[in-house]
């Protein structure tokens, strides 16, 4: 079984529940493929796995995609680190 970071436990359970497979999940980690995704109830788009924001996300508001939406400073910077 591959280990996950803690902090994205919540994001990999929203993408289980949209049909993101395991393997693709995988993926994601393994190669560093982010996948967007967003809330509907945010004027923004998240796509690393390590933002607070990104992770916090309402299961009910939570879309895959950038949903069109411009992307999150809380991501930028997790891009920068
Ligand atoms: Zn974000």
Redesign the pocket.
Known sequence: MTSYPLEASFLILAWFEHGVGHNTIKKIFTMGIKNPWHSVKQP?????SE????NNIEKENWRSGTGGKR??????D?ARK
């Open positions: 923004v788009y998240h796509n690393h933002c607070n924001t990104g992307l999150c400073d809380e991501c930028k997790w």
